[in-house]
């Protein structure tokens, strides 16, 4: 059974940093790619970063590019997403994401950015 087990997450102040992993097991072989998606209260559901495992291509959103990182541990099958600079908006449930044959998602970590 595939899991992905987050961590990183808290309570941080505006301008703070925060670093999250996720590393996924009970499968066999590398993701295609794995990803950060956020929920806020009242909103849909949006990409955050998203990474290729064997090129290391990654894509942002618009919001998050120059103060969000993504990076990707081949050997671990671990995804990191570095944040910095955060702000207020940035407030949300942050969702592990992997591709292999299937999609997978993981729990959740709440990040929380005081202004």
């Known amino acids: 059974q595939v899991q992905l087990v987050e961590s990183g997450g808290g309570l941080v102040q505006a301008g703070g940093s925060l670093r999250l992993s996720c590393a996924a097991s009970?499968?066999?072989?590398?993701?295609?790619?794995m990803g950060w998606y956020r929920q806020a209260p009242g909103k849909q559901r949006e990409l955050v970063a998203i990474i290729t495992f064997t090129s290391a291509s990654s894509n942002y959103a618009d919001s998050v590019k120059g103060r969000f990182t993504i990076s990707r541990d081949i050997p671990k099958n671990t995804v990191y997403l570095q944040m910095n600079n955060l702000e207020p908006e940035d407030t949300a449930v942050y969702y592990c994401y992997a591709i292999y044959a299937n999609q997978y998602w993981g729990q959740g970590t709440q990040v929380t950015v005081s202004s």
């Open positions: 009970g499968i066999i072989g590398r993701p295609n790619a």
